[in-house]
Every structure is written in structure tokens, then in C-alpha cells.
């Protein structure tokens, strides 16, 4: 019996004549018996020929013409057996191809301004979130997947069509004319979003929310603003005078890689070290705040002293983490060990606050968000790693750590190192990659400080575990991880 037939819910094409080839063609496919002969209709046309692709999967790929007008047309498979039988099957769900173009608008309410929750970000079918738009963004619609729209970023073909959840946008009434935003103009000032002079903000006057996308590399952030209009020379002009110096600030410069590209901004920073960004919108104008590097401690026995470093123990209540040979749950153990790192970090200066002090529940997006409340330089997420039940846990053991944002790399290698040479014996989890996870977390997504996740050891691993059980032990990785923050902000740890 043929099973697993596409499409599994609605597919849509909206205004397909002004859709290019690969954003028209839909992969149709089924599995059955292998070795059989398969042909498909789409409503009323067809039959189209199939071909196994994988053993028992059956597929076809279709591209729409501008002529065609299906809606909610019903896609229906035949299969006939190398022993003469035939199986017929329907897909669940249909093909439309609907009059466009399209609009719709980001309707999620932003969740802070660079915590990054993953159910807001635009993604390759299937794949990472390479955006996180905020509420108001307006973006064109190609089509919608089982509920979920399609789009695409303007100017960048070899970006793939990314899907955005249903939940986080609305389409916009037919004939709904596109977004125009057009860049003449920037400010910098003093001061976060809103914020004390730890940072500066970059005001750009659009006119409209359009996407944009910001990619950080070790001393710049490049800004790509989509269907956003601006003659970069101009602006190269405007950016060049006083208003848009800052010590931190050692140029920006405007540029279009292509007609139908984003604008892009490119900020070169006079630092190796970033220490955190955000962009939210405020009206029509995209603010751009960067953090300052710290500054050098007043006194040298307090080298925290300024710093506000929220830590966080992992999980807790009925959120259980891991769970080792012993049944001995993560959070019980990663709260005595973030006390221990809290009560060290205090003791160098720091300003600390835990995401919780005892054994409740904390919702996961909080986190991030109190450290964004108190202007933190760090979030630092503390937990301990177990393999899936039925995995072989041999050779899997050690501190590892792991980081989404460029900026937050070199904080997560030191930690690793000051845990791997206080604590030999635990091991590097990866030590091919040195312990260093890059990662897609919602504690390691947050932009607008350093965001760092540390597994310290494996519950699974017994020589691991019995560290993490004995309070010895965990006081020592505590220690070591204090060491680690400390010679983060002192330059002087041995990981890279
Ligand atoms: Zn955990």
C-alpha cells in the first residue's frame, strides 16, 4: 500500500509568471513497493511519470506554467507492482496556484531585542534559522508550504527559499502594493536601545520595516537591508562627517554587491573582541546598538568590578536535563555548581544574578531575556551533558562548549581550557574541536552579550559522573570556570 504521499498539506504559489524555475517546481513523491511503475495526476491533468529514486520511494517533479490555475487540486498516485498489481493512493493535501504577488507582515511580537527565539527566525526548509525578523516586517509571499509561508531574500539568488512559520505572520489583503524603504540618511549616538553609555546606535531612518540580516565576522558586523532603495555613494558621503565618528566606530561604508541587492552596511570595529549587538526597530527607523569593550578594571583585585554577568543554571523543576547510569537528574547538580561559580565571580567584582536559585521551573526564553534586562556583558548557561538512553556512551566524555555568535567563541574557548587543565581527568568532549560546539541554542542565540552554554562533563561517562556527584568535585569546576571568565576579560587564556 503506497504510504507517505506529498503533498502532506496545502501548497501555494502565489503570482507564479513572476516566480523563477526552482521557486515553480514542485517534488511530488510517495513510497510503495519497489521495483512497481508510478505516474501521478494533479487534479484532472496527467498522468505524469515517476521514478524510483530511493528503494520503494517513487518521485516526479512538476513546474508550474502561468496557465495553470489550480486550487486546492487534489494530487492522486498510481503504482503498478512488478507483479501486475496495481495500488492507488491520495495526498493528503493539494496544489494551488493562486493570482500575486503577495504580502504579508511579521505579526510575532518581538521577544527582546537580541534574544532570537527560534520559532520567529526565517529558514531553509529544513534547515537552521539564518533571520529573525521583527514584528512589522513586511516581506513578499511566493508561496506557503503545509501552512508555512516561502519566501525569499531580494538580490540574493544563491539564498534558498526560506520557510516562515504560520503563527508568526499574516498575509496582507490582495493588492496590497510593496514595501518602500529608501536609506538617505544615518545617525549615531551615545547610548543602547535603551541603554547607558555602554554602547552606541546606529539610527536609520527606512521608512518601513523591511528584513534584514546581520553577519558578524571578528571586527565587523555587516548589515543587509532588503528592498530598501539608497544610492550607497550618497550615503559613503553623509557617513564620512562628523556626526558618524566613534571611537569604536573605525568606518562604515555603504555598498550594493548587486542592482537587486540589499543595501549593506559594513562596520568595522576598532576590536578583535565584539562584546554584543542588537537591532530592533523603533517606528520606521532600524536601530543598531553595539556594546563598548569593557573598561580596564579600577582596581586589580577586583577584576570583575562593573561587570554584570548573569549565570544560569540549566533546566530545573519539572524541566529534569539529563539524566545518567545513576538516575541523578542534571539540574540538581548544575545548581550547586552555578551557586559555586556566582559566589566566585563575586568575589572578583562581578555583579551576579542567577536565572534561579533553588529547584523550579524557569521558562526557557526568560533566561536570556533577564540578561538583556540588566545590560549583562555575559550569559553564562551551566549544564551537564547525557547521551540519548540506548546510545553507547563509551569515548563520549569531557567539557565541552558552545557558542552561536562569532563574538562569543573566545569566551567559550577559555572556559574549556580553564576546565580541561584544572580537571584533566574529565576530558574534552571533541577534543578535535577543541570542545567547541557551534551551535543554534536558545541560550547561545542571544546577541546582545556574550552567550556561552557549558556542558562541564557527561552524567553518562563514570568517571565524569562521580566529579559531578561529589561536592569536591563540582567546586573545582566551579573554580575552573571562574578562572576561565576571569582570564577571558584579563586576555590571558591559553584556548583560542
Ligand atoms: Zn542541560
Redesign the pocket.
Known amino acids: 500500500m503506497p504510504a507517505s504521499a506529498l503533498p502532506d498539506g496545502g501548497w501555494i504559489r502565489y503570482g507564479v509568471q513572476s516566480l523563477g524555475l526552482e521557486d515553480r517546481r514542485l517534488t511530488f513523491s510517495f513510497s510503495g513497493s519497489p521495483g512497481g511503475k508510478a505516474v501521478y495526476w494533479i487534479g484532472t491533468q496527467g498522468p505524469y511519470s515517476m521514478s524510483e529514486t530511493g528503494r520503494g520511494r517513487y518521485s516526479g517533479s512538476y513546474t508550474l506554467r502561468p496557465s495553470d490555475t489550480f486550487n486546492h487540486a487534489p494530487v492522486r498516485y498510481l503504482l503498478r507492482a512488478p507483479d501486475g498489481s496495481r495500488a492507488e493512493v491520495s495526498a493528503p493535501g493539494s496544489v494551488s496556484s493562486l493570482p500575486g504577488p503577495r504580502y504579508a507582515e511579521v505579526t510575532a511580537p518581538d521577544l527582546g531585542q537580541g534574544v532570537n527565539p527560534v520559532v520567529a527566525g526565517w529558514a531553509p526548509v529544513g534547515g537552521e534559522n539564518l533571520l529573525y525578523p521583527r514584528q512589522g516586517t513586511q516581506f513578499a509571499v511566493l508561496g506557503e508550504n503545509a501552512g508555512n509561508f516561502l519566501t525569499r531574500l531580494p538580490g540574493e539568488p544563491a539564498l534558498p527559499l526560506l520557510e516562515v512559520t504560520r503563527s508568526t505572520a499574516a498575509l496582507l489583503p490582495e493588492g496590497t502594493p510593496p514595501t518602500l524603504a529608501a536609506l538617505t540618511s544615518a545617525a549615531l549616538s551615545e547610548g543602547g536601545t535603551p541603554g547607558p553609555a555602554s554602547h552606541f546606535t546606529l539610527r536609520l531612518p527606512l521608512g518601513a520595516r523591511v528584513p534584514f540580516l546581520i553577519q558578524q565576522q571578528t571586527n565587523t558586523l555587516q548589515l543587509r537591508l532588503y528592498e530598501t532603495g539608497g544610492d550607497p555613494a550618497d550615503l559613503n558621503t553623509v557617513s564620512g562627517t562628523g556626526p558618524l565618528t566613534d571611537p569604536l566606530l573605525q568606518s562604515l561604508t555603504w555598498s550594493r554587491p548587486t542592482a537587486a541587492g540589499p543595501l549593506t552596511a559594513t562596520l568595522t570595529l576598532d576590536t578583535e573582541q565584539q562584546w554584543g549587538y542588537d537591532a530592533v526597530y523603533d517606528g520606521s527607523d532600524l536601530l543598531l546598538s553595539v556594546r563598548r569593550p569593557p573598561p580596564a578594571p579600577a582596581d586589580a583585585a577586583l577584576p570583575l568590578s562593573g561587570r554584570t554577568i548573569v549565570v544560569d543554571p ?2 530545573g523543576g519539572s524541566e529534569l ?2 539524566a545518567g547510569a545513576l538516575r541523578v537528574q ?1 539540574k540538581d547538580i548544575v545548581l550547586p555548581v552555578a551557586q559555586a561559580v556566582a559566589a566566585g565571580l563575586r568575589t572578583l567584582g562581578a555583579n551576579v544574578v542567577l536565572t534561579r536559585t533553588s529547584d523550579v521551573q524557569v521558562p526557557l526564553y526568560n533566561r536570556p531575556l533577564l540578561a538583556e534586562t540588566l545590560d549583562a556583558d555575559l550569559l553564562l548557561s551551566i ?2 551533558n547525557a547521551l540519548p538512553d540506548g546510545s553507547d556512551p563509551r569515548g563520549r566524555r569531557g567539557v565541552g562548549a558552545y557558542w552561536t555568535q562569532p563574538q562569543a567563541r573566545p569566551l567559550a574557548a577559555c572556559l574549556v581550557a580553564a576546565v580541561s587543565s584544572e580537571l584533566p581527568e574529565l576530558g574534552v568532549d571533541s577534543p578535535e574541536n577543541g570542545g567547541l560546539h557551534s551551535a543554534n541554542l536558545a541560550l547561545t542565540r542571544p546577541s546582545t552579550q556574550l552567550s556561552v552554554l557549558v556542558e562541564t562533563a557527561y552524567l553518562t561517562d563514570a568517571g565524569n559522573l562521580r566529579t559531578l556527584m561529589s561536592e569536591a568535585g563540582r567546586a573545582r569546576i566551579a573554580a575552573a570556570l571562574v578562572d576561565g571568565v576571569r582570564e577571558f576579560y584579563a586576555g590571558t587564556c591559553s584556548g583560542q
Open positions: 540549566g533546566h536535563g539529563g542534571e549544564h551537564a
